[in-house]
């Protein structure tokens, strides 16, 4: 194949490839995430995936987090428009276990140090933000703040 059809195919699987990450695309553009700025800050820290729905009147972030109390979580607002997610909370000890015990297998280890930082949009009213941890899911609801009225056109006649 002449270098032209190779470059073709190259760009082609380029092209095909970005149509196919296109929702993470548009998450990463609509919330941008502090972390490749934060690498020194995240050493050691867990990642967690996020879903964001964007509704009508609110962001909604979901996070699992398993093994994770709600009061080993914490929810803040930095720099006025930043929401950061973050824990350094420990994996609650299963039923039965004994403080002699030791693993055999550890495989459903949970996250036990996690930050995410997201940078909200600027209709979002970092002042109406709710959390909730429940069965180890957590939802971050940050409100909108109402759209700016649409101007109005009044038709003024000249005598």
Not at 19 to 24: A, K, S
């Amino acid at each position: 194949m002449s270098r032209v059809g190779d470059s073709l195919n190259v760009d082609l699987a380029a092209a095909v490839n970005n149509f196919f990450n296109l929702p993470e695309t548009m998450e990463k553009f609509m919330f941008p995430s502090s972390r490749a700025h934060d690498h020194h800050e995240t050493r050691g820290i867990s990642s967690i995936p996020v879903d964001i729905l964007d509704t009508t009147n609110e962001y909604v972030f979901f996070m699992d987090v398993p093994g994770l109390s709600k009061s080993g979580i914490q929810v803040t607002v930095e720099d006025e428009n930043t929401l950061v997610i973050r824990s350094n909370g420990k994996r609650k000890r299963q039923d039965g276990e004994d403080e002699g015990c030791k693993y055999l297998r550890l495989e459903r280890r949970g996250p036990q140090n996690l930050l995410r930082k997201f940078r909200l949009p600027e209709n979002a009213n970092v002042s109406a933000i709710t959390a909730k941890c429940e069965n180890g899911v957590l939802t971050v609801v940050v409100g909108k703040h109402p759209p700016p009225p649409k101007s109005k056109t009044v038709e003024v006649a000249i005598a």
